[in-house]
């Protein structure tokens, strides 16, 4: 039920929140919007349009100026009253993140012995919302404290989350194994009568739930559980060894300085010890080596040097695929993929299989395309995987060279952030009707003084979630760009009101987070809290000279953490273990790929992209450029760069698919054999030493199995993309949106991959003749697969 042996709990890391708005009345039975007006698409009012307008400028100047953001920020401080972090009620100081686990461990205890208790069929009928309100329970204190622990700069609630989170992880795993609740979901689960009343939402968190069990061992003899805990432990500490260890079997390659010619001599000068120069095998000096170095033995040592994994490194790997292998025999699977899979789109390792074969098949003549012109500037010897590097770095070179023009260089300029985020506002009104508006927080809210408040607003100015935005970079600060839900959405129930009220102290329903009326139901609801973090560079504090430009690379970035934010805002089910993103891991990304699309189209930049000073749109012409200069590095690289993240995938699947039985793992062999049947530019056989690149691979741990899930959702929305935005009149398509909101977003996990995606591509299209793709299988994968990838995702 409860997923112990994750890093994460069994809900998934995500979940939901929001503070009314200044105008309205604070009480947890509503969020009501400062207007009242319901609104039609078609029919905005003059005052509304007015303050549509006004929060349009807002978003901008929040964003792109300190002076006018410090006014802004500062305009609840005298008139809020302190408030904790997020809002919720309890994390005022670093005593409440105890309080708040304490509190909400008694919640989940009573849930407990309220379903052990369950004799009546009403009882059995409401097993799937009361085990699903336990889900949100556990998740509230552990995504909360996970993410404060980990982004919050005082020490103190640093310590104070990761006790509040280690208390309810630690009683998550007790539940693991307490079989009564297994039992009883199962009598329930099974019983006509029960499920006769059960929504599909409903059936699909009780699927889930017991596929979370079983994934814990729950149904084990005592003897074979304690054999799976153990191992589920040893490969958690594998896993964290390996992703961590990874180190080359030798620190440098010494060369001669006469073979090093072509690298920057700043950089040689800084290794050069007398006439030797030691280039090191890990960080950036051995790739700017072999984009630079003209000899072709040096960049030969270098590659092979690079690739070349430690031993201890691979015996840690293939002691984590051995480990995981008796897992899923103990399991009842015949391969860790097999068990991996089970719950996911593709099902099984045949059915990932014919995707990446398709895939790769399909990839292999624009391949061809790219090396062939490598091989061409190379001359009449083979060209060689350490020759690649070097000469797409000739090819971008001379490209850069001849397009070299003041028009590609002042791009960033018409992309500041604050514009980037209008833009991201603006598509999101006209596709899906709802907006991003700027909030002021009340003290106490942010983990951070330069983190925004976003209120998402429908069209009729109600309420629908929240957003943190934590875009700027300080010291100690990841610099890893991630979307996380705090809170997810769910209904909550009268009962919940009933019990939060006769609280001593009487309390929130949902802890003081954001909650709204759901007018349709009449039912309260516990809205998405997002956080969205970054790491740009500030803005100025003077306010003088340009705000926070990005790049092309960024502004991509920024719209596809944003695009799993959508996913969260959009798919409000009412039952919060399949609400947002809280989806099969191969499915996840969808949204997010697509939304990367949508950053840099020519109808969304004339949305958004103005001179940060003169407000000048982007040019046309600009825009040819920028679309060119796109193309043009597709074509030198883009191929070959998807042929390595399908040869990833391949090999990830190939050591995730031996059988349980097999006596020895040789993950050097394994690699080279799928690369040798697979790849265009393999390693040459007699290289020596034999290189073993998957020492590196440390996403083996955490995507065991189902590393393929990128690409496959890339090719997914590249179809989607294709045949549903660009095929119509423009990409900025009401219709278009609408269709691909009701179809896949508004979902979150609670409907079948597989029918989202027939669904928004229709009966009509041609992949989806007689609705197959309904039913996924392998054919359905096989079908992915013919899709392709497309070429605009490659950045340069």
């Known amino acids: 039920m409860l997923k112990t042996l994750r890093s994460r709990p069994w809900t998934c890391q995500q979940c939901l929140r929001r503070l009314q708005r200044l105008k309205c009345r604070r009480s947890f039975e509503t969020a009501a919007a400062p207007t009242e007006s319901k609104l039609a698409y078609d029919h905005v009012t003059a005052a509304y349009g007015a303050a549509k307008r006004h929060d349009d400028d807002t978003l901008r100047r929040v964003f792109d100026s300190r002076p006018f953001w410090r006014e802004f920020s500062q305009r609840g401080a005298s008139s809020l009253k302190r408030t904790g972090l997020v809002q919720n009620q309890y994390l005022v100081s670093p005593e409440g993140f105890r309080e708040f686990a304490h509190v909400t461990l008694q919640k989940c205890q009573r849930i407990v012995a309220k379903v052990l208790a369950v004799s009546t069929l009403e009882g059995y009928r409401a097993m799937a919302k009361d085990l699903d309100r336990l889900s949100d329970l556990l998740c509230r204190v552990i995504d909360l404290s996970d993410f404060m622990r980990c982004n919050h700069p005082d020490p103190r609630i640093q310590e ?123 960080g950036m000096v051995p790739k700017l080596a072999l984009r630079s170095i003209h000899d072709e033995g040096a960049r030969r040592e270098i590659y092979l040097a690079t690739r070349t994994s430690s031993k201890t490194q691979i015996r840690r790997l293939e002691e984590l695929l051995s480990k995981r292998a008796e897992l899923a025999k103990l399991s009842g699977y015949p391969s860790f993929a097999h068990m991996a899979l089970s719950d996911k ?322 993950s050097t062999e394994i690699y080279h054999r799928v690369f040798s049947q697979y790849s265009s530019l393999p390693d040459p056989p007699d290289t020596q030493p034999r290189t073993s690149w998957q020492g590196f691979f440390g996403h083996l741990f955490g995507y065991g199995a189902t590393y393929y899930s990128y690409i496959f959702d890339r090719a997914i929305a590249n179809k989607i993309w294709q045949d549903v935005f660009k095929a119509g009149k423009s990409a900025i398509d009401r219709e278009a949106g609408e269709r691909y909101k009701n179809e896949v977003l508004r979902w979150g996990g609670g409907r079948n991959g597989w029918r989202c995606v027939a669904g928004v591509l229709g009966s009509s299209n041609p992949s989806n003749a007689d609705g197959r793709l309904a039913e996924g299988g392998e054919e359905a994968m096989r079908e992915v697969g013919r899709w392709g990838l497309g070429r605009d995702g490659v950045s340069s």
């Open 160 to 282: 104070a989350a990761t006790q509040a989170y280690a208390l309810m992880y630690e009683y998550m795993n007790v539940l693991n194994t307490t079989t009564g609740l297994h039992d009883q979901l199962k009598k329930a689960a099974d019983n006509p009568q029960v499920t006769s009343h059960w929504s599909e939402g409903e059936k699909m968190v009780a699927q889930i739930l017991i596929k979370d069990f079983s994934n814990s061992a729950i149904h084990m003899p005592p003897k074979d559980r304690q054999r799976f805990v153990n191992l589920s432990n040893d490969i958690s500490q594998l896993g964290s060894d390996f992703v961590n260890g990874a180190e080359p079997a030798k620190s440098h390659v010494v060369l001669n300085k006469n073979s090093v010619r072509g690298m920057d001599p700043v950089v040689v000068q800084q290794l050069q010890k007398w006439n030797r120069v030691p280039v090191p095998t890990v």
């Open 345 to 666: 789109m593709a099902k099984t390792p045949e059915a990932v299989s014919n995707f990446l074969t398709t895939l790769i098949a399909s990839n292999r003549v624009q391949v061809q395309e790219e090396l062939s012109k490598l091989q061409s500037m190379k001359g009449s010897s083979p060209l060689q995987p350490w020759d690649h590097a070097y000469y797409v770095h000739q090819r971008v070179f001379e490209y850069s060279m001849s397009r070299r023009s003041r028009e590609l260089s002042r791009v960033p300029e018409f992309f500041s952030l604050g514009t980037v985020m209008q833009g991201l506002s603006r598509l999101f009104d006209r596709l899906y009707g709802v907006r991003l508006v700027p909030q002021e927080t009340a003290p106490g809210e942010t983990w951070n003084p330069d983190v925004r408040r976003l209120d998402v607003v429908d069209e009729s100015d109600r309420h629908i979630a929240v957003i943190y935005c934590d875009l700027f970079t300080r010291p100690d600060k990841s610099p890893n760009p991630a979307h996380f839900t705090l809170r997810c959405s769910r209904e909550i129930s009268a009962d919940e009101i009933a019990e939060s009220a006769s609280m001593d102290p009487p309390s929130h329903p949902n802890d003081g987070m954001a909650t709204a009326m759901n007018v349709e139901s009449n039912t309260l609801r516990q809205l998405p809290t997002i956080a969205l973090v970054c790491d740009f560079p500030e803005p100025p504090a003077s306010g003088n000279g340009p705000p926070t430009l990005l790049s092309e690379h960024c502004v991509r970035t920024l719209f596809h953490e944003m695009g799993h934010a959508l996913h969260s805002i959009l798919g409000q089910t009412p039952l919060q273990s399949i609400s947002g993103t809280r989806c099969a891991t191969d499915f996840a990304e969808l949204p997010s790929v697509l939304m990367e699309s949508f950053a840099t189209a020519p109808e969304v930049l004339s949305l958004y992209a103005r001179h940060w000073e003169t407000n000048e749109p982007l040019s046309e012409s600009m825009m040819r450029s920028m679309e060119q200069d796109r193309s043009a590095h597709a074509l030198i690289y883009g191929a070959v760069e998807d042929e390595a993240q399908i040869l990833m995938a391949l090999v990830d699947q190939a050591y995730h698919t031996l059988p349980t039985d097999s006596p020895t793992i040789d």
